[in-house]
Each structure stands twice: as C-alpha cells, then as structure tokens.
C-alpha cells in the first residue's frame, strides 16, 4: 500500500491562496467520495480541516475548501494567514476497511 | 469535551512488545469505530488499525500479524497490543476517533512516541 502522493511543500504569501493536490488510484481517492483533510502542527494532535471531499466540520474556517477530480484531491487555503503555517495530510478509505494517508504537505506562509 | 490521551510509549528492543492505552473521555469508545495511525520519523501518516463499533477489527499490511487492536469498555479505553517489534516500527502513534461513516476522523489525541531500537 503506497501512500496518497501530496507535492513536499507548499508556499504562500499572507492574503494569498494555494492549493494542496492529493493524488491516488481509483481504488482509493477516484473510487470513493471519503477523502479528508488534517491540519497538524508539530506535537499537536491532528486537527480535522474538510471531510468527504468537500464538507467542512463546524468551526472550520471558511477559508478551507475540498474537491476532486478523477483520482486527484485538492485543498484549498484562501486569504492565508500565520496561524495556517503547518503539514496537511490527506486521508481516503481504500478497500476492504482499510484506509490510507498521504505524506502530508508543509505549508510556510512567507 | 472530546479528549483522547495516548500513552504506553517507550524504548523496546527488535522482536519486543509494548501495550498502547488510549483514555478516552467525553463520549463512549464502545459505541464508535476507532483507530490507530503513526507517523514515522520523516515520514506522512499511517494508518494502523480499526475497531467498529461492532468488534471487528481490521489491520494495515504492515502490522498484520503483529499487532492486536481492542478496548475496554469499562475503562472507555482503547489500546494496541505490538508484538514482534521491528525497527520500522518506529513512530508516533495517534488514536483518533473514527472512520466516521467510513471516511473521517474526528478527533485525535497528541500521540505517544515508540522507539524500537538496540
């Protein structure tokens, strides 16, 4: 079982917007609508950002926004802020009750 | 509140075992799917194991064989048997309450370290 594929690090300026790719099969992120999103900064407990593609649990900011297209997923970070400086990992069931995570992306805010 | 603390980390040698706990409080382990995942050193995050609300349990590749998943309901606790600890092993490891409808994982504790070394 490889890892969901998510590019090593990310960039942005304060204000700006980016986005965070997440790649996989269809028997992963192309077969099923279940793919989430954590924020996780360092020593901390993860902390869930966006679920089922593109639902964003209460007290998520506005700012975080999910989609997918084939067996690509995407988070979207809009108006960046300091506080959003941290890893992002993406998450999706495969088969047979398993589920898989992605090598997470280090977000830097400039 | 949802809290869920690990604990039970520590330094083991290759082919040793060691028992994670995870206390949950704020809701009830028994009634909900719950998981383990690590994160190596360097590396994304895992996902180890999980336990429906049921009792079926379900393993990674990886593990399989090794470790054991299970809870006590009494205690509103999870834990995670490891046996047969191999270097690669080596990692935080994260419970987190879910998959929820088979998707996500609501929330998750700060994790406990296990080293597995000579």
């Known amino acids: 079982q490889s890892a969901l594929t998510q590019p090593a690090s990310v960039s942005g300026s304060p204000g700006q917007s980016i986005t965070i790719s997440c790649t996989g099969t269809?028997?992963?992120?192309?077969?099923?609508?279940?793919v989430s999103w954590y924020q996780h900064h360092p020593g901390k407990a993860p902390k869930l950002m966006i679920y089922?593609?593109?639902k964003r649990p209460s007290g998520v900011s506005n700012r975080f926004s999910g989609s997918k297209s084939g067996n690509t997923a995407s988070l979207t970070i809009s108006g960046l802020q300091a506080e959003d400086e941290a890893d992002y990992y993406c998450?999706?069931?495969?088969?047979?009750?398993?589920?898989?995570f992605g090598g997470g992306a280090k977000l830097t805010v400039l | 509140e949802v809290q869920l603390v690990e604990s039970g980390g520590g330094l083991v040698q290759p082919g040793g075992s060691l028992r994670l706990s995870c206390a949950a409080s704020g809701f009830t382990v028994s009634s909900n799917y719950m998981s383990w995942v690590r994160q190596a050193p360097g590396k994304g995050l895992e996902w180890v194991s999980v336990?429906?609300?049921?009792?079926?349990?379900y393993y990674a590749d990886s593990v399989k064989g090794r470790f054991t998943i299970s809870r006590d309901n009494y205690k509103n606790t999870l834990y995670l048997e490891m046996n047969s600890l191999r270097a690669e092993d080596t990692a935080v490891y994260y419970c987190?309450?879910?998959?929820?409808?088979?998707?996500?994982?609501?929330?998750w504790g700060q994790g406990t370290l296990v080293t597995v070394s000579s």
């Open positions: 987190a309450r879910g998959p929820y409808s088979g998707s996500y994982y609501d929330y």
């Open positions: 336990i429906y609300s049921g009792g079926s349990t």
């Open positions: 998450g999706s069931y495969t088969r047979s009750n398993t589920w898989m």
């Open positions: 089922d593609v593109s």
């Open positions: 269809s028997r992963d992120v192309g077969g099923y609508n279940y």
